[in-house]
């Protein structure tokens, strides 16, 4: 049984490279013909999109044991929906140039046209296009593994090699704890717990790099088979970017792009289902984006 979910895990993690595959090949090319503030503008929609993700499904109860042990293995999906609003933004002149409208060009997300735009002097300039993204998933493998003093430990982990050149590696690895709360007021009428975790999230070999950090408290109460939990906390994300330009003999070779760290208060509202050995669960989540998550586990 071990065997057949580590399986359905390393799928989990393969549905991940996979959504980020294909575009990771044509990104950088489409990165290296924009100046840093307009990449800035280009991949805006995904520092909400991975902020979201990224810190989602990582707890579903606020059940944690005193002692003994305890452990889940499973995968988690989130997701979330892009709005209209994130497919252009408006580009900044790159040095030396002056167009002769202002536009709106395609996000990392928008359409898939590139937008060529003469200034002065007949000078023009293309600005790619996106990928088309309507709808951003992430899919992770976790484990929980418990409990020393009320406390348990949360891995998430996926290290791959692509196999391409273009694609280089992908790696996601988080790790965290949840604390009881309830164990120090015995009348409480529901499970409280705190928990954290931090995550790394890099494409290539230093294409795209992000950390992530969540922290919060979950409540929940079970009925039968049933879990309701509810939880508030906060997240926070940063980016960093470094390609090399393609079109712009003006600007340096190697480009750095650091975005500014996020913080967002994230709420949850979940239900979660404990049969036998198996755990599912399914949640609203509202932070820096909208998104839901659902997820499946087994353990004790």
């Not at 979660?272 to 198996?278: I, P, S």
């Amino acid at each position: 049984m071990i065997r057949r979910w580590m399986c359905r895990l390393a799928m989990a993690g393969a549905l991940l490279a996979a959504l980020w595959g294909t575009a990771a090949a044509q990104l950088e090319p489409n990165l290296g013909a924009l100046t840093d503030e307009n990449a800035q503008g280009y991949l805006n929609p995904l520092t909400g999109a991975l902020s979201t993700t990224m810190n989602s499904a990582v707890f579903q109860t606020g059940r944690v044991p005193r002692t003994g042990f305890n452990f889940e293995i499973g995968a988690r999906v989130m997701g979330i929906t892009f709005d209209d609003a994130d497919r252009t933004y408006t580009p900044t002149n790159p040095p030396g140039y002056e167009d002769s409208e202002k536009v709106k060009v395609s996000t990392v997300i928008g359409d898939t046209k590139s937008v060529s735009v003469v200034g002065n002097a007949t000078q023009q300039i293309t600005y790619p296009g996106g990928f088309d993204i309507e709808n951003f998933t992430v899919a992770v493998p976790q484990i929980t593994i418990g409990s020393v003093a009320g406390t348990r430990a949360v891995v998430r982990f996926i290290s791959l090699d692509l196999g391409d050149t273009d694609l280089g590696s992908f790696k996601l690895f988080g790790i965290g704890a949840q604390h009881s709360i309830s164990q120090y007021f015995p009348n409480l009428p529901v499970d409280i717990a705190v928990g954290g975790i931090y995550q790394s999230f890099n494409i290539g070999d230093d294409l795209v790099k992000t950390n992530a950090f969540h922290v919060g408290v979950i409540g929940s109460k079970r009925y039968g088979v049933l879990e309701p939990y509810v939880g508030i906390g906060l997240d926070s994300f940063g980016m960093d970017v470094k390609y090399d330009t393609n079109s712009n003999p003006d600007v340096e070779d190697n480009i750095e792009v650091k975005f500014d760290n996020e913080t967002n208060q994230h709420m949850t509202l979940g239900l979660r289902a404990n049969v036998a050995f198996l755990m599912a669960h399914a949640e609203l989540d509202m932070a820096a984006e909208t998104g839901v998550a659902v997820g499946l586990s087994f353990g004790k």
